[in-house]
C-alpha cells in the first residue's frame, strides 16, 4: 500500500507533540496540515564520513521518500552554497541551507509566544517549511519572511504558493532586518546570530520580542526570547534547549588555514580539557573567547582564534595536563579562568544564563546581570 502523506504527518505531529508535552498545540496542527513534502526538493545531501553524498528521490522510491521526510530529522539542501540539484557526487564542506527538523521549528516558535495578530519577521525563509508553519497559525498577512540566498527565496516561494501559503516575501541580508520603517511585533530568526544584529531592535515595536540562539565558532548556541523595553533594551533568559540553527552566513568565521601546532608559552593547567565535552562548558569558552575555533584532537583541544592567529592546545602530561599558548592572547587562560568562574556559579546549566541587549552593548550573564558575565563581539 502506498504510504500516505496525510497519515504520515499526523503521525509527526503526534511524535512531536507527545515529545514536547508544553507544545501548544496550534503547532502541533500546524505540523499535521502542513505537506513537508512541498517543501523539501527532490534530492538532499546525506552526511556520510565526513563528506555529503547527494540522495534521489528517483533513487530511493516514493514510500522511502516520503518517510524520510516525515521523520523528525534536517536534511541538508546545499553544502557551501552548492545546491544539491547540482551535485552530482559525493563533496566536503558545511551546510548552508536545509530543512530543518519539524520539531525545532515547532518549539523556537514555542518559545517565541507568538500570538495571533501580531506582525511576525522570520529571518531566514530555506525552504519556506517554517515560514508555512507560522502562516498557518498567525496568518499570512501577517507574516514576512526574508531570505539571503536568491535561488533558495525563489524557490521557497514556489514552495509556498503550491502549499496555499502567500506571506510577504524579501531577499536580502536578513541581518539588517526588512523594510525601513518597520513595525514587527516579533522577530524570529531560522538562523543562530553571534550577537544580536542592531536593525532588529529598531526594527522592534516596544514590548516586542527578538527569539534566536545565540552562537559562535565553537559551534554551540543558547535558545533565548528577549524582549525590547521602551527604553530600547532588551532583555531574556536562555532556555534549557541543546539545539541550534546553521549561523547566518555574515557571522560564519572565514575559511581557516591549516593548522600547525606551536609549542609557544607551556603551563599546567587546572582544568581537565573534557570539561570542554559539555555543552554548558563550551558555551562559557565560547563566550569568553568569542572569535576563537575549538577543535579536538583524541587526546585534548585546540583553541584557534580566527581574528589574531593566537593558539592554544592541551596534551596529557603525567596524571594532569599542560597547555601551549601563542600568540597575543593566552587563549587557554581565558578560558580557563571563565570555566572556573562557571564552576563557582555551580556548574550552571543554561537556563540559568540570561542577556541584556542594546545595539551598542550585549552581555551574557549568570543568575542575574550582577552575576559572572561576558561581552558579545557586537
Request: charged share 20%.
Amino acid at each position: 500500500m502506498p504510504a500516505d502523506p496525510a497519515a504520515l504527518r499526523l503521525a509527526l505531529a503526534d511524535d512531536i507533540a507527545s515529545g514536547d508535552p508544553t507544545l501548544d498545540p496550534s503547532w502541533r496542527d500546524a505540523v499535521a496540515a502542513v505537506p513537508r513534502e512541498l517543501f523539501v526538493p527532490d534530492a538532499v545531501f546525506r552526511h556520510v564520513d565526513s563528506g555529503w553524498t547527494p540522495v534521489h528521490r528517483t533513487e530511493i522510491g516514493d514510500d522511502d521518500w516520503l518517510t524520510m521526510v516525515y521523520s523528525d530529522s534536517t536534511w541538508v539542501t546545499q553544502v557551501d552554497g552548492q545546491d544539491v540539484a547540482d551535485t552530482e557526487g559525493p563533496i566536503t564542506g558545511s551546510p548552508t541551507s536545509s530543512a530543518t527538523l519539524p520539531s525545532l521549528v515547532a518549539r523556537t516558535a514555542q518559545v517565541a509566544e507568538l500570538r495571533p495578530g501580531q506582525r511576525v519577521l522570520e529571518v531566514g525563509t530555506g525552504t519556506g517549511y517554517s515560514t508555512a508553519l507560522l502562516c498557518h497559525v498567525l496568518g499570512d498577512k501577517n507574516i514576512v519572511s526574508i531570505e539571503y540566498d536568491t535561488g533558495l527565496a525563489t524557490a521557497a516561494a514556489a514552495h509556498l504558493h503550491a502549499a496555499g501559503y502567500h506571506p510577504t516575501l524579501a531577499v536580502g541580508d536578513g541581518l539588517r532586518g526588512c523594510g525601513e520603517p518597520a513595525d514587527y511585533d516579533a522577530i524570529i530568526a531560522t538562523c543562530s546570530v553571534r550577537h544580536i544584529p542592531p536593525h532588529w531592535f529598531w526594527q522592534l515595536n516596544d514590548g516586542g520580542s527578538l527569539t534566536t540562539t545565540v552562537c559562535g565558532w565553537m559551534q554551540v548556541a543558547g535558545l533565548i526570547r528577549l524582549v525590547l523595553d521602551d527604553e530600547g533594551t532588551a532583555h531574556g533568559r536562555f532556555t534549557a534547549d541543546k539545539i541550534t540553527y546553521m549561523l547566518a552566513r555574515p557571522h560564519e568565521r572565514p575559511p581557516s588555514p591549516l593548522f600547525f601546532k606551536i609549542d609557544g608559552i607551556t603551563s599546567p593547567t587546572r582544568l581537565d580539557p573534557a570539561l570542554l565535552e559539555w555543552w554548558e562548558a563550551r558555551f562559557v569558552a565560547q563566550l569568553a573567547a568569542p572569535s576563537a575555533e575549538l577543535m579536538g584532537t583524541g587526546s585534548g583541544v585546540i583553541l584557534r582564534d580566527v581574528a589574531t592567529g593566537s593558539q592554544a592546545w592541551t596534551e596529557p602530561k603525567g596524571a594532569g595536563w599542560i597547555a601551549h599558548q601563542h600568540g597575543p592572547l593566552r587563549l587557554w587562560d581565558q578560558v580557563e579562568d571563565a570555566l572556573l568562574e562557571w564552576q563557582r556559579a555551580g556548574a550552571a546549566d543554561l537556563t540559568e544564563f540570561g542577556m541584556t541587549a542594546t545595539p551598542e552593548s550585549q552581555t551574557v550573564w549568570i543568575g542575574s546581570p550582577r552575576g559572572p558575565s561576558w561581552q558579545l563581539p557586537v
